[in-house]
Antibody, heavy 120, light 105 residues
Framework: QITLKESGPTLVKPTQALTLTCRFSGFSLDTTGVGVAWIRQPPGKALELVALIYWNDDKRYSPSLGSRVTITKDTSKDQVVLSMTNMDPEDTATYYC????????????WGQGTLVTVSS | IQMTQSPSTLSASVGDRVTITCRASQSISSWLAWYQQKAGRAPNLLIFKASTLQSGVPSRFSGSGSGTEFSLTISSLQPDDFATYYCQQYNSYPWTFGQGTKVEI
């Protein structure tokens, strides 16, 4: 059974950096084709892919977030870390991590999400 | 690739047949997934590759389409189905979601 859980601060100030950790079980990021994504959802709005990382360390980022975002993996700890710099109130959202199916690129398991509020 | 869902909100009754449409701004072949999201919960995968039902998902859900036009149909709406539904393309980066369709009573 695949499980994922997000952790990190619930409140950050504008211009500060954010670090979120996704700890997972039930799969390995050493397995060919497997990936983990970060997806966010502002309150009352739609889902947006932030970043993703594959077993081979291939990474993709949202063009709208550009160089503000970095995703890394620690296979030995079964975790993926998302870092975002220069946080803005518009970054207020629930951040989810999700498992990317090894056969095709959809999200077949999700964490419960963590709400991050950006406010002074 | 922009994904556009219609309608944004759909009012229906238990037992109704419901169809949600998703249009892609360019062809995505069959690389489309549908998710259901209930209030305060994470999304849940319903369908992938446009028409393949995820394991454990009730058979009243079905998907169809290819290219740029897709649909999600619930054959007989159940009380547990009142939620928001999202389509997502995974044909090319950045993968993108539709804006969602809320199915309400």
């Amino acid at each position: 059974q695949i499980t994922l859980k997000e952790s990190g601060p619930t409140l950050v100030k504008p211009t500060q950096a954010l670090t979120l950790t996704c700890r997972f079980s039930g799969f390995s990021l050493d397995t060919t084709g497997v990936g983990v994504a970060w997806i966010r959802q502002p309150p009352g709005k739609a889902l947006e892919l932030v970043a993703l990382i594959y077993w081979n360390d291939d990474k993709r980022y949202s063009p709208s977030l550009g160089s503000r975002v970095t995703i890394t993996k620690d296979t030995s700890k079964d975790q993926v870390v998302l870092s975002m710099t220069n946080m803005d109130p518009e970054d207020t959202a629930t951040y989810y991590c999700a498992h990317i199916n090894a056969v095709a690129a959809y999200f077949d398991s999700w964490g419960q999400g963590t709400l991050v509020t950006v406010s002074s | 690739i922009q994904m556009t869902q219609s309608p944004s909100t759909l009012s229906a009754s238990v037992g109704d047949r419901v169809t949600i449409t998703c249009r892609a701004s360019q062809s995505i072949s069959s690389w489309l997934a549908w998710y259901q999201q209930k209030a305060g919960r994470a999304p849940n995968l319903l369908i992938f590759k446009a028409s393949t039902l995820q394991s454990g998902v009730p058979s009243r859900f079905s998907g169809s389409g290819s290219g740029t036009e897709f649909s999600l149909t619930i054959s007989s709406l159940q009380p547990d189905d009142f939620a928001t539904y999202y389509c997502q393309q995974y044909n090319s980066y950045p993968w993108t979601f539709g804006q969602g369709t809320k199915v309400e009573i």
